[in-house]
């Protein structure tokens, strides 16, 4: 079965950081393109930052350039978010994606994604 699984969302001061975890059952990461995207309140889900299969070539969109970090866990078939000096409007729901393409390109858009996490809420007030 497969099973895609965020954790780390949280409240955070702007300025502050949160690591968002991203745990996949019954597929192998490394394979596979991943993709972080945000859905705010009344907004449409975007994406934010991919990692190709193999770790290699991060894509980021510019807003968080400089501030987010997407890296993987081979061993433990995790994909991380590392987001610093967090914004306000950082703040929505962040959702794991899984292309489950082997070895296919990351990707922006939300439909070329195969599966998908439930979503961690990430909160960012003073």
């Known amino acids: 079965q497969m099973q895609v699984v965020e954790s780390g969302g949280g409240s955070m001061q702007p300025g502050g950081s949160l690591r968002l975890s991203c745990v996949a059952s019954g597929f192998t990461l490394e394979h596979n393109s991943i993709g972080w995207f945000r859905q705010g309140p009344g907004k449409e889900r975007e994406f934010v930052a991919g990692?190709?299969?193999?770790?290699?070539?991060?894509y980021y969109i510019d807003s968080v350039k400089g501030r987010f970090i997407v890296s993987r866990d081979s061993h433990k078939n995790k994909v991380y978010l590392q987001m610093n000096s967090l914004k306000s409007e950082d703040a929505a729901v962040y959702y794991c994606?899984?292309?489950?393409?082997?070895?296919?390109?990351?990707?922006?858009?939300?439909?070329?994604?195969?599966?998908w996490g439930q979503g961690t809420q990430v909160t960012v007030s003073s």
């Open positions: 990692i190709q299969w193999g770790g290699t070539n991060p």
């Open positions: 994606a899984i292309r489950g393409v082997p070895f296919g390109s990351i990707a922006l858009r939300t439909d070329d994604y195969a599966y």
